[in-house]
């Protein structure tokens, strides 16, 4: 896709990034793992490109398929989102975040995002906190993505974190302890679901 439809520096969570993070790619490590938590393969990849090693069975890319306008109607999907603002599009990554949480809820998908740590950020406490089931906020000093089909050796600047929203926990974490800690999101979860009664009950 092209790059002239993202601008070239991006603030992200309060700090610069260049477009060329939007094309980041998956590192093998990470494909296998996610591929080991769906039982071998992954249905759905919404927004791929032609140096992604992910091969899912299918595969949305720009610009015959824009992954936010399809639907998601797929068993297992896993997100390695533009991180920055698509200004082309009016999309951000919150846009992306909030997808997943609607493919959840809409069709039960079990689904895995791989996103910087942008704890102080709305998509995290709207997307991440309350809604997602874990989380693995991976050990890499600097993520080494693959840029073109080459691992980028400089790495990442930013923290990354692998999101699970699923009903395997125990899968996510066998196969993610080796890459980070993980956490389990439940009882967040079930926290929010009461603020929602409370408030219903108080003003419903
Ligand atoms: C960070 S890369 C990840 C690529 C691949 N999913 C992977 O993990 O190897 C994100 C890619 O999303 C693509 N993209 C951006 N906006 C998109 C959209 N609206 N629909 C589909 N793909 C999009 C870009 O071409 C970019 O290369």
């Given at each position: ?17 260049h ?8 590192p ?38 824009d992954g ?30 909030a ?104 003003f419903?």
């Open positions: 896709m092209s790059m002239e439809l993202f601008s070239p520096v991006t603030d992200f969570a309060g700090r610069s990034v477009s060329q993070s939007q094309h980041w790619c998956t093998p490590q990470y494909v296998d793992a996610v591929k080991r938590v769906f039982g071998g393969e992954i249905e759905l990849d919404p927004c791929s490109n032609e140096q992604s090693i992910v091969h899912a069975k299918y595969e949305f890319k720009l610009p015959e398929k936010l306008v399809q639907e998601w109607d797929f068993a297992s999907v896993y997100v390695n989102p533009p991180y920055g603002a698509d200004r082309t599009r009016g999309t951000t990554i919150r846009n992306w975040l997808k997943c949480s609607f493919t959840r809820t809409e069709y039960g998908a079990q689904i895995i995002a791989l996103i910087p740590v942008a704890t102080n950020t709305l998509h995290w406490k709207k997307y991440v906190f309350g809604d997602a089931d874990a989380i693995c906020f991976l050990f890499d000093t600097r993520l080494r993505f693959l840029v073109n089909g080459n691992t980028d050796n400089k790495g990442a600047p930013m923290a990354c974190a692998m999101i699970y929203w699923g009903d395997f926990f125990c899968q996510f974490e066998t196969v993610f302890k080796e890459y980070g800690a993980v956490l389990s999101l439940e009882s967040l979860k079930k926290n929010k679901k009461m603020d929602r009664q409370m408030q219903m009950s108080l419903g």
